[in-house]
């Protein structure tokens, strides 16, 4: 135990583990992706390899790595291999501060909140080298739309997380958790003595993690029926691999701080068994539930239009975040101006 | 005014998404209606039209052809060849030879349809295939009843006065034609 609670060893454990969740887990995404598109549409979705199809993200990673890496001519050949690690560092590090458990955490930062979101918007830029560099039109066509996209898609996810900064008073997200122990009715989601339009701002929080991950119906980035593959067009094998695992790892670190946000993080909905491994397994449990969620959203909602989407944005998001932003401010200040003055 | 519309349409627009996904969920929750091809086959309905075959009369084993050859006659692309002969003890003639051109064949019906003795139907099966084309030229439908009434003869041991049904078939120069992996019964 000693040896295990040395300081590198835990966090080359922690980081072992994280590469080893992310690409793991993103391989499975993928499967259950099929699955649930397959399920939706009425079909069994892939069942040829192994029993129901389990071994088929064995199959795809394999045949991904087969395949040659090509950099096309009159490419910038350092941007063009850049990109893949670029955009699949920063949800990687987000990793880091997230609170799977009681005790499982690889670094409790009292600004975890502040980090995963500064990473969070690497990810934008990263999405924008790999378009540039790849000098096709697509790809830059697909590039501008994913900065404008996340530009105006930040605004309203960064509102919402200030009202809940608001009520927490605290960036580190193991604090966030534990404020919110005791049963569903103390999560934030249903806070509605704070903030009567708490839901509300779940919904903003939840709409704008699809939109800043580049999810359908949101995805610009990747629009295939009109940029071919967006800012991937160029890549192939792993190369493309690394950008769809990204995505996916994007997605998972997007519910999983939603759940530590809204829904109580590790914390049990009944308010007892909260601790240890069974704190890991309510966290996963509400994790997998919005990453279902978000595979459900794709799978029932054609892509929008660029100009609805920016509408969206600007035209009821913003305004609806900073309405709870201003609810929430006046319901937390207000009885104390009232107090002070009588 | 327009804060309340605008508050009206986005809580209406919103309520719309929910609708779309309760739609997907129940499908979701539906069963799946895909057919596992090659390990399971659909089953044809009843006025499908796959190549025509002859038919076994299921009381006595033997083909109700008679050969009259009207078939031949109505078929407007002439991809009928038959023959028959009048075999001892019976009455009229049996069909001894009966080849369709299916390369030819437009599954028009004329044939089915002109048959006095209702000897010809479509047959049920779709997933016919082969590697030679001489399969589909010459396909060789009285081996098939042949071998129909040799699996009914099995089925019905011989009463002791009754003939055994016709042996070897005089004109059968190709072997059996197309013997599809999983064709339906039907």
Not at chain 1, 208 to 226: G, K, V, W, Y
Not at chain 2, 4 to 9: C, Q
Request: hydrophobic content about 50%.
């Amino acid at each position: 135990m000693t040896f295990l609670s040395l300081e590198p060893i835990r966090v080359l454990l922690y980081l072992v583990g994280i590469c080893a969740f992310v690409g793991a887990n993103a391989a499975y995404l993928v499967l259950a992706e099929r699955k649930g598109a397959g399920r939706i549409q009425r079909r069994p979705g892939p069942n040829e390899a192994g029993w129901a199809g389990w071994m088929q993200p064995l199959a795809d990673g394999l045949k991904l790595l087969a395949k040659q890496i090509m950099v096309p001519p009159g490419t910038d050949s350092l941007l063009f291999r850049l990109a893949p690690l670029l955009v699949m560092a920063p949800p990687l590090m987000c990793l880091v501060t997230i609170p799977f458990g009681e005790n499982v955490v690889a670094r409790d930062l009292n600004l975890g909140l502040l980090l995963v979101f500064s990473f969070g918007s690497i990810n934008v830029m990263a999405l924008m080298l790999g378009g540039w560099a790849s000098r096709n039109k697509y790809a830059i066509i697909s590039a501008a739309r994913v900065v404008s996209q996340n530009v105006a898609y930040e605004i309203p996810m960064l509102l919402v997380v200030i009202t809940l900064l608001m009520m927490t008073g605290t960036m580190s997200l193991q604090e966030i958790t534990a404020q919110q122990a005791g049963g569903f009715w103390h999560w934030n989601l249903f806070k509605l003595w704070v903030n009567p339009l708490m839901p509300v701002t779940f919904v903003i929080f939840f709409t704008c993690m699809l939109a800043e991950t580049n999810r359908a119906p949101f995805d610009m980035a990747e629009a295939e029926s009109e940029l071919v593959a967006g800012a991937f067009t160029e890549y192939g094998g792993m190369g493309f691999g690394v950008f769809f695992m990204a995505e996916y790892a994007n997605i998972v670190v997007g519910c999983c701080l939603a759940t530590v946000l809204f829904l109580g993080g590790w914390q049990s909905p009944i308010g007892i068994l909260s601790s240890g491994a069974w704190g890991l397994l309510w966290f996963f449990l509400k994790t997998y539930a919005l990453i279902l969620t978000v595979i459900w959203i794709r799978w029932t909602f054609p892509r929008t239009q660029f100009y609805s989407l920016l509408n969206l944005s600007w035209k009821i998001l913003i305004p609806l975040s900073l309405a709870t932003l201003l609810l929430t401010g006046a319901m937390m200040k207000l009885p104390l101006l009232w107090r002070a003055l009588s | 005014m327009s804060l309340i519309t605008a508050i009206r349409e986005t809580f209406l627009g919103f309520k719309s998404l929910l609708v779309g996904l309760r739609i997907t969920a129940r499908e979701a929750s539906r069963p799946i209606i895909t057919v596992q091809y090659p390990r399971e086959t659909l089953k044809m309905p009843a006025r499908f039209r796959g190549h025509i075959k002859l038919v076994l009369d299921p009381e006595t084993g033997k083909p109700r052809c008679t050969a009259c050859t009207l078939c031949a006659k109505a078929c407007p692309s002439g991809c009928i060849v038959l023959d028959g002969v009048k075999r001892e003890g019976d009455k009229k003639k049996s069909v001894s030879k009966y080849e369709l051109d299916f390369t030819t064949c437009s599954l028009c019906g004329s044939c089915v349809e002109i048959c006095p003795s209702d000897a010809i139907e479509f047959s049920k099966e779709y997933n016919v295939v082969s590697l030679n084309r001489d399969t589909f030229e010459n396909m060789d439908l009285y081996a098939k009843i042949e071998a129909e009434a040799r699996a009914w003869s099995a089925a019905h041991p011989a009463p002791p006065a009754a003939s055994p049904p016709p042996a070897a078939a005089p004109a059968n120069p190709t072997a059996p034609a197309s013997q599809p992996l999983n064709a339906p019964a039907g």
